[in-house]
């Protein structure tokens, strides 16, 4: 039995391949007294060819999934997709435009270790005008006494049985007196192109002009209070809004689909209802006015159009997902008054290349600059206390960052892939380290983990190809599984006396290592693999524990050494 115990790490790993048993990453066999002993390959990521199609209804294209390492064991992947009523994705990657306007993300998820990428997905809309008149229709609803003329233009199939049916010759537009709540009459009718809504009005109602995809202009007075959810849906011609400071409500989906709006203007407070501009991508102006004081959920998400914004001195909070997707925002000033920024508020904003968080933000969410990969550096204000999952995953261009000393957390993949980032100082009231918090950092060259760190989470540091020096505290009781793996530049390293357990792959594929130093006399426990595909020659132990490592840690007996 001796002969073929030197390849497992314990007595229970061995026995177990004799007796056929499977093991967590190892597939074992015994074929004539000899026990084969294979490592499973772990994915470590995926990556699709495209993040971001335009597809009209009906058209058809397939992504592509490269998952890494290219030996994986197991490449299996599912699809999903986001909004099924604008695209959907079969198992096999395509994707098929069933919407005539809207946006879907399609996501691609690995089988094993739950990787992820994502295709932002947008409808193309390429109806055609075929013919303009004019028509008589009553001022007011149920059948008003006074006529305006209004011009129409649109195509087969619009509704135009909603108002009268006749007409003249000459170009006027639509006057509404009073409250037009009611007004859902107008819905459908796709060839009206101006209206014009009297002063006296104070509400615009649920679904009142959705559908008139030819309306060019309107005005909304000052005194509405009130505009109900798709009162404007599928306005696709109207290219300017001006929304007035006295509105409080917005309903849902005011203004989807409204495809051709550029200019937008708000001097209303309640851009906080969900999802106002959500998807516009036409959008290149916006302007807020003195009197908002927030920026609500999804305000402008995947408005990829707009390039600036101004936002003024009034506003003190910027909410989940924001301008998430504003892949040409190229510049934003955050106000002095802002106390918090929103989960995914700046999610994908690429073209973002610098951004100041003023000192009164206390509270940075989960995504809030994941992917802006255009942004080089960042400092984060005293206040700020800790630093969620994936804050800055995927921020490529970034070089470097300043931790203020009151962080004392870093979540889940907060800087994952920062491929530029050379160096960061973690200051020394961070307790914890999160999951692949600094995972693919390709360029961080050295690293040194404060006193008060207690654990390493799951690939923390993996693929940080270019980390020469790594100091672990004495504080760490636990490195997690892949911490370190693919970290080639390593030389060695120094594992302190509290640390108790070493995860699965802590180290693996650091092909620079050569010698490790284990202060603990008493051995931690290993995980699988944890020292696989390295070149250490030379494990160095307390001088009075050299047996018990030896015993303990069996595959590694003939390289262990005492400290000098």
Same mark, same amino acid.
């Given at each position: 039995?001796?002969?073929?115990?030197?390849?497992?790490?314990?007595?229970?790993?061995?026995?177990?391949?004799?007796?056929?048993?499977?093991?967590?990453?190892?597939?074992?066999?015994?074929?004539?007294?000899?026990?084969?002993?294979?490592?499973?390959?772990?994915?470590?990521?995926?990556?699709?060819?495209?993040?971001?199609?335009?597809?009209?209804?009906?058209?058809?294209?397939?992504?592509?999934?490269?998952?890494?390492?290219?030996?994986?064991?197991?490449?299996?992947?599912?699809?999903?997709?986001?909004?099924?009523?604008?695209?959907?994705?079969?198992?096999?990657?395509?994707?098929?435009?069933?919407?005539?306007?809207?946006?879907?993300?399609?996501?691609?998820?690995?089988?094993?270790?739950?990787?992820?990428?994502?295709?932002?997905?947008?409808?193309?809309?390429?109806?055609?005008?075929?013919?303009?008149?004019?028509?008589?229709?009553?001022?007011?609803?149920?059948?008003?006494?006074?006529?305006?003329?209004?011009?129409?233009?649109?195509?087969?199939?619009?509704?135009?049985?909603?108002?009268?049916?006749?007409?003249?010759?000459?170009?006027?537009?639509?006057?509404?007196?009073?409250?037009?709540?009611?007004?859902?009459?107008?819905?459908?009718?796709?060839?009206?192109?101006?209206?014009?809504?009297?002063?006296?009005?104070?509400?615009?109602?649920?679904?009142?002009?959705?559908?008139?995809?030819?309306?060019?202009?309107?005005?909304?007075?000052?005194?509405?209070?009130?505009?109900?959810?798709?009162?404007?849906?599928?306005?696709?011609?109207?290219?300017?809004?001006?929304?007035?400071?006295?509105?409080?409500?917005?309903?849902?989906?005011?203004?989807?689909?409204?495809?051709?709006?550029?200019?937008?203007?708000?001097?209303?407070?309640?851009?906080?209802?969900?999802?106002?501009?959500?998807?516009?991508?036409?959008?290149?102006?916006?302007?807020?006015?003195?009197?908002?004081?927030?920026?609500?959920?999804?305000?402008?998400?995947?408005?990829?159009?707009?390039?600036?914004?101004?936002?003024?001195?009034? =506003?003190? !909070? +910027? *909410?989940? @997902?924001?301008?998430?997707? $504003?892949? #040409?925002?190229?510049?934003?000033?955050? %106000?002095? /008054? &802002?106390?918090?920024?929103?989960?995914?508020?700046?999610?994908?904003?690429?073209?973002?290349?610098?951004?100041?968080?003023?000192?009164?933000?206390?509270?940075?969410?989960?995504?809030?600059?994941?992917?802006?990969?255009?942004?080089?550096?960042?400092?984060?204000?005293?206040?700020?206390?800790?630093?969620?999952?994936?804050?800055?995953?995927?921020?490529?261009?970034?070089?470097?960052?300043?931790?203020?000393?009151? =962080?004392? !957390? +870093? *979540?889940? @993949?907060?800087?994952?892939? $920062?491929? #530029?980032?050379?160096?960061?100082?973690? %200051?020394? /009231? &961070?307790?914890?380290?999160?999951?692949?918090?600094?995972?693919?950092?390709?360029?961080?060259?050295?690293?040194?983990?404060?006193?008060?760190?207690?654990?390493?989470?799951?690939?923390?540091?993996?693929?940080?190809?270019?980390?020469?020096?790594?100091?672990?505290?004495?504080?760490?009781?636990?490195?997690?599984?892949?911490?370190?793996?693919?970290?080639?530049?390593?030389?060695?390293?120094?594992?302190?006396?509290? =640390?108790? !357990? +070493? *995860?699965?792959?802590?180290?693996?594929? $650091?092909?620079?290592?050569?010698?490790?130093?284990?202060?603990?006399?008493?051995?931690?426990?290993?995980?699988?693999?944890?020292?696989?595909?390295?070149?250490?020659?030379?494990?160095?132990?307390?001088?009075?524990?050299?047996?018990?490592?030896?015993?303990?840690?069996?595959?590694?007996?003939?390289?262990?050494?005492?400290?000098?």
């Amino acid at each position: 039995m001796a002969k073929y115990l030197k390849k497992f790490e314990t007595q229970a790993a061995y026995e177990a391949a004799q007796s056929g048993l499977i093991l967590p990453n190892v597939s074992l066999t015994v074929d004539n007294n000899t026990v084969h002993y294979t490592p499973l390959v772990k994915v470590t990521s995926v990556t699709l060819n495209k993040n971001e199609l335009s597809l009209s209804n009906g058209e058809t294209e397939t992504l592509v999934a490269t998952i890494l390492p290219s030996n994986a064991n197991n490449k299996n992947v599912t699809w999903s997709s986001s909004n099924d009523s604008v695209a959907t994705v079969s198992n096999n990657g395509l994707v098929t435009a069933v919407g005539d306007s809207g946006n879907a993300d399609i996501t691609v998820t690995t089988e094993d270790g739950g990787f992820t990428d994502m295709c932002a997905v947008s409808i193309k809309n390429n109806k055609a005008i075929t013919y303009t008149a004019t028509a008589k229709i009553p001022t007011t609803y149920g059948g008003g006494n006074g006529l305006d003329t209004a011009t129409f233009s649109g195509t087969t199939g619009q509704r135009l049985s909603m108002v009268s049916h006749t007409f003249e010759n000459g170009v006027g537009t639509v006057t509404f007196n009073g409250d037009i709540a009611v007004f859902g009459r107008m819905q459908g009718c796709s060839g009206l192109t101006s209206i014009v809504i009297s002063d006296s009005v104070t509400s615009i109602g649920m679904n009142a002009f959705n559908g008139c995809r030819s309306l060019q202009s309107i005005n909304i007075p000052s005194g509405v209070t009130s505009i109900g959810m798709n009162a404007f849906n599928g306005c696709s011609s109207l290219t300017s809004i001006n929304i007035p400071s006295g509105v409080t409500s917005i309903g849902y989906n005011a203004f989807n689909g409204c495809g051709g709006l550029t200019e937008v203007t708000i001097n209303s407070n309640n851009i906080a209802n969900s999802s106002t501009f959500s998807g516009l991508t036409s959008i290149q102006s916006v302007t807020i006015g003195g009197n908002v004081t927030s920026i609500g959920n999804s305000a402008f998400t995947y408005c990829s159009g707009i390039t600036s914004i101004t936002i003024p001195d009034s =506003v003190t !909070s +910027i *909410g989940n @997902s924001a301008f998430n997707s $504003c892949r #040409s925002l190229q510049s934003i000033n955050i %106000p002095s /008054g &802002v106390t918090s920024i929103g989960i995914g508020a700046f999610n994908v904003c690429t073209s973002l290349t610098s951004i100041v968080i003023p000192s009164s933000v206390t509270s940075i969410g989960d995504y809030a600059f994941q992917s802006c990969t255009g942004i080089t550096s960042i400092n984060i204000p005293s206040g700020v206390t800790s630093i969620g999952m994936n804050t800055f995953n995927g921020c490529s261009s970034l070089t470097s960052i300043n931790i203020p000393s009151g =962080v004392t !957390s +870093i *979540g889940n @993949s907060a800087f994952n892939s $920062c491929r #530029s980032l050379q160096s960061i100082n973690i %200051p020394s /009231g &961070v307790t914890s380290i999160g999951t692949q918090a600094f995972s693919n950092c390709r360029s961080l060259q050295s690293i040194n983990i404060p006193s008060g760190v207690t654990s390493i989470g799951n690939s923390a540091f993996s693929n940080c190809t270019s980390l020469t020096s790594v100091t672990i505290p004495n504080s760490v009781t636990s490195i997690g599984d892949y911490a370190f793996s693919s970290c080639s530049g390593l030389t060695s390293i120094n594992i302190p006396s509290g =640390v108790t !357990s +070493i *995860g699965d792959y802590a180290f693996s594929s $650091c092909s620079g290592l050569t010698a490790i130093t284990i202060e603990a006399n008493i051995p931690p426990t290993l995980g699988v693999n944890v020292f696989s595909d390295t070149n250490i020659s030379a494990i160095y132990v307390p001088s009075t524990s050299v047996e018990a490592y030896k015993d303990s840690w069996s595959y590694y007996a003939s390289r262990i050494q005492p400290i000098a």
